[in-house]
């Protein structure tokens, strides 16, 4: 899971790519990085760490010039968490030309920003191990001679499988696409001129763009010039988006499949309340921040008090794994404390987006008890997630995830808590449902977009 950002046709574009990444630091916090072209001439910056992080300097910024530009924040899944990964990638033609001087000619001026995870990358390169699958496109795309012939787009497009919704630059052409079922989200509007694209809505409103709509699964949009043209890959097909981007990871003040994500978060937390309740529960808490919405509607619908138990620490980057238990128990409160006014003496119900793992919330709940709770029952907005996701999700393999090996009542043992309530996949999608759209629930039901993966 990454975030992406194009901007097309203006003079400020590094710039507004570099605030576009601002507003979704949270999809990823490994690495960050811009693009820019200046008449086809690629300039690049990019490094581990965040935003922040990588653009220290103005400098930096400064030296990106021209007027289209991409940018990327990483969560890696496939490929190694390392700078040869760091996106965006490129081919690295203008370290060529500048080494071979002005006489060397190359229309393979290559960037990509890429979000999704491709499922058949041993089929594309002969093995995937340690390789990231935006190298898999770039590959690709080096084969076109011309970006503007729709037949050998949508050729090279149609060898990628899984998910993906990448930009990419070639030369001074931009181009944007989404895979067939739009698993992962895309969007873009309108800035005077300009085009901007973002995986999320929230990176257009920073910017002032005006939202246009989505980019449509399986369309393959290419910006040349003043022209913006628009091509399918196939027919179309049934649409899968990722539902977890609605759970958890997309920001609640963004629109994502034409939804609104507030939305549908709070009737999450009204459905889980339904199903789920906690009658005798003193104080509703959220495990923030992903999670408040939801809480706030699962008290109100149950006339509870809504308080804010957990304390996040907004400030903690990415962090390392710890030598001994100790010190990775100690870890948790450096991103979680508890306020103990609002817990203490008290039956608390613990509401979170979801439970992958459960290493987090397992220790979340002993600081809560710690802290003078009483009792402490643990609600999900989610179903038990008991299948990988092979999708973009940081879930790989089944012995990772607490629900795959454990009923209801042992994953309540496992966390300490009183009791443990999910919210059932209908009324997950219950309360995400509108117009045309259709989810993909893999991690849940075992239902796979791609057959062959498919679990009974």
Same mark, same amino acid.
């Given at each position: 899971?990454?975030?992406?950002?194009?901007?097309?046709?203006?003079?400020?574009?590094?710039?507004?790519?570099?605030?576009?990444?601002?507003?979704?630091?949270?999809?990823?916090?490994?690495?960050?990085?811009?693009?820019?072209?200046?008449?086809?001439?690629?300039?690049?910056? *990019? +490094? !581990?760490?965040?935003?922040?992080?990588?653009? /220290?300097?103005?400098?930096?910024?400064?030296?990106?010039? =021209? $007027?289209?530009?991409?940018?990327?924040?990483?969560?890696?899944?496939?490929?190694?968490?390392?700078?040869?990964?760091?996106?965006?990638?490129?081919?690295?033609?203008?370290?060529?030309?500048?080494?071979?001087?002005?006489?060397?000619?190359?229309?393979?001026?290559?960037?990509?920003?890429?979000?999704?995870?491709?499922?058949?990358?041993?089929?594309?390169?002969?093995?995937?191990?340690?390789?990231?699958?935006?190298?898999?496109?770039?590959?690709?795309?080096?084969?076109?001679?011309?970006?503007?012939?729709? *037949? +050998? !787009?949508?050729?090279?497009?149609?060898?990628? /499988?899984?998910?993906?919704?990448?930009?990419?630059?070639? =030369? $001074?052409?931009?181009?944007?696409?989404?895979?067939?079922?739009?698993?992962?989200?895309?969007?873009?509007?309108?800035?005077?001129?300009?085009?901007?694209?973002?995986?999320?809505?929230?990176?257009?409103?920073?910017?002032?763009?005006?939202?246009?709509?989505?980019?449509?699964?399986?369309?393959?949009?290419?910006?040349?010039?003043?022209?913006?043209?628009?091509?399918?890959?196939?027919?179309?097909?049934?649409?899968?988006?990722?539902?977890?981007?609605?759970?958890?990871?997309?920001?609640?003040?963004?629109?994502?499949?034409?939804?609104?994500?507030?939305?549908?978060?709070?009737?999450?937390?009204?459905?889980?309340?339904?199903?789920?309740?906690?009658?005798?529960?003193?104080?509703?808490?959220?495990?923030?921040?992903?999670?408040?919405?939801?809480?706030?509607?699962?008290?109100?619908?149950?006339?509870?008090?809504?308080?804010?138990?957990?304390?996040?620490?907004?400030?903690?980057?990415?962090?390392?794994?710890?030598?001994?238990?100790?010190?990775?128990?100690?870890?948790?409160?450096?991103?979680?404390?508890?306020?103990?006014?609002?817990?203490?003496?008290?039956?608390?119900?613990?509401?979170?987006?979801?439970?992958?793992?459960?290493?987090?919330?397992?220790?979340?709940?002993?600081?809560?008890?710690?802290?003078?709770?009483?009792?402490?029952?643990?609600?999900?907005?989610?179903?038990?997630?008991?299948?990988?996701?092979?999708?973009?999700?940081?879930?790989?393999?089944?012995?990772?995830?607490?629900?795959?090996?454990?009923?209801?009542?042992?994953?309540?043992?496992?966390?300490?808590?009183?009791?443990?309530?999910?919210?059932?996949?209908?009324?997950?999608?219950?309360?995400?449902?509108?117009?045309?759209?259709?989810?993909?629930?893999?991690?849940?039901?075992?239902?796979?977009?791609?057959?062959?993966?498919?679990?009974?």
């Amino acid at each position: 899971m990454c975030g992406i950002v194009g901007i097309y046709n203006n003079e400020e574009a590094a710039n507004l790519a570099y605030m576009g990444l601002y507003a979704q630091q949270h999809r990823g916090q490994e690495s960050a990085g811009i693009v820019s072209s200046d008449n086809g001439d690629l300039h690049r910056h *990019a +490094s !581990l760490g965040l935003v922040s992080d990588v653009f /220290k300097d103005t400098k930096d910024l400064k030296r990106l010039h =021209g $007027n289209l530009a991409i940018g990327h924040v990483r969560y890696s899944t496939t490929g190694d968490d390392n700078e040869k990964n760091v996106g965006p990638l490129w081919n690295y033609s203008s370290l060529l030309r500048k080494i071979l001087g002005k006489n060397y000619k190359d229309n393979r001026r290559i960037a990509v920003s890429h979000n999704g995870n491709l499922t058949n990358l041993e089929e594309l390169h002969g093995f995937s191990d340690g390789i990231t699958d935006t190298k898999i496109i770039i590959d690709l795309l080096e084969k076109l001679t011309n970006p503007k012939d729709a *037949a +050998s !787009l949508k050729k090279i497009i149609c060898n990628l /499988k899984g998910s993906y919704a990448f930009l990419a630059i070639i =030369g $001074n052409k931009m181009i944007a696409t989404r895979d067939v079922h739009g698993i992962r989200p895309l969007c873009f509007g309108k800035l005077g001129e300009s085009y901007v694209f973002a995986s999320e809505t929230c990176a257009l409103d920073l910017l002032g763009a005006t939202y246009v709509r989505d980019v449509e699964p399986g369309e393959v949009i290419v910006l040349d010039g003043n022209n913006l043209n628009s091509y399918y890959i196939g027919e179309k097909r049934r649409s899968k988006h990722c539902i977890f981007e609605h759970v958890y990871f997309a920001r609640p003040d963004s629109k994502i499949f034409g939804q609104e994500v507030s939305v549908q978060r709070r009737n999450m937390g009204k459905q889980l309340a339904k199903e789920n309740p906690t009658p005798d529960c003193d104080v509703v808490i959220s495990v923030p921040d992903s999670s408040n919405i939801q809480a706030m509607a699962f008290a109100e619908t149950q006339n509870k008090k809504y308080d804010v138990g957990l304390i996040r620490n907004h400030y903690i980057g990415r962090t390392f794994i710890y030598p001994n238990q100790r010190l990775r128990d100690l870890s948790v409160k450096l991103k979680f404390n508890v306020d103990a006014s609002a817990v203490r003496g008290k039956k608390v119900a613990v509401i979170d987006d979801s439970i992958v793992r459960g290493t987090t919330l397992r220790k979340l709940t002993k600081l809560i008890i710690r802290a003078g709770a009483k009792e402490v029952h643990v609600r999900s907005c989610s179903p038990p997630v008991k299948f990988p996701c092979f999708y973009g999700m940081d879930f790989p393999t089944r012995k990772e995830l607490i629900a795959n090996n454990k009923n209801i009542e042992e994953t309540k043992e496992e966390l300490g808590a009183d009791s443990l309530g999910y919210l059932s996949l209908s009324g997950l999608l219950k309360s995400v449902e509108g117009e045309d759209c259709e989810y993909c629930t893999a991690c849940f039901s075992g239902n796979y977009i791609d057959e062959e993966n498919n679990h009974e």
